[in-house]
């Protein structure tokens, strides 16, 4: 089946360590997000790419990292730069065409600080 | 001003009622509209695009006002399961998408 694997689903991370969120997809999708919410809140854009070795900074993107070496994946680190990371982390891949279409998600990692 | 607008409610309503949302947006380069609909602790999963000529889907209804910059979701004969987080979306005219806070609804039995 087609779609967007984050892996894990859940993670806890000691304060001061680097931590590496996977995203994946096998649909063929040129592009890519990752979002950040907190609890009560929306999604706010932390990077996305649209093509591979290429990516932006999205609105929140200080203490973070992402690379896009293959066109299925795009990994994000979250480094111990960010303050407060504890938060709910959700991949995103939409493809890229005239006509827009929407955006599909994977099913998000839960990353706590302890 | 937020790019994208939502009342973030919660609406409570029994089952069987007419529930509409609203939504607007502020950059006019917007190309793209979507509501996403989000359970708990779930992702965001596309509930319908919305097209300028407006748009329905069984008990769902989307209306888009490129003039007002408005667009709006009806939900008519609400169920238990329709309780949710309901997100606007927008495209940001660059391929980047920009959601709204989303509202809370919440059918009462």
């Known amino acids: 089946d087609g779609g967007i694997t984050q892996s894990p689903k859940y993670l806890f991370r000691k304060e001061g360590q680097n931590v590496t969120l996977s995203c994946e997809q096998n649909?063929?999708?040129?592009?890519m997000y990752w979002y950040r919410q907190d609890p009560g809140q929306g999604l706010r854009l932390i990077y996305y790419?649209?093509?591979?070795?290429?990516?932006q900074k999205g609105d929140i993107a200080e203490g973070y990292s992402v690379s896009r070496e293959k066109k299925e994946s795009f990994p994000l680190t979250v480094t111990s730069a960010q303050k407060n990371p504890t938060a709910f982390y959700l991949c995103?891949?939409?493809?890229?065409?005239?006509?827009?279409?929407?955006?599909?998600f994977g099913q998000g990692t839960r990353l706590t600080v302890v | 001003r937020k790019e994208v607008e939502q009342d973030p409610g919660p609406f409570n309503v029994p089952e069987g009622a007419t529930v509409a949302f609203n939504c607007t947006y502020s950059?006019?380069?917007?190309?793209?509209f979507f509501w996403y609909r989000q359970d708990c602790r779930k992702e965001p999963k596309l509930l319908m695009s919305?097209?300028?000529s407006g748009n329905e889907d069984g008990r769902f209804t989307a209306q888009l006002n490129r003039a007002s910059q408005y667009i709006s979701l009806l939900i008519r004969d609400s169920k238990l399961s329709d309780s949710a987080t309901y997100l606007c979306?927008?495209?940001?005219?660059?391929?980047?998408?920009?959601f709204g806070t989303g509202t809370r609804l919440k059918v009462l039995a």
């Open positions: 950059n006019s380069a917007s190309q793209s």
């Open positions: 995103a891949s939409s493809p890229i065409n005239r006509g827009r279409t929407e955006a599909f």
């Open positions: 790419s649209q093509i591979v070795n290429d990516f």
């Open positions: 979306v927008a495209d940001s005219g660059t391929y980047k998408y920009i």
């Open positions: 649909l063929n999708h040129d592009a």
């Open positions: 919305v097209y300028s």
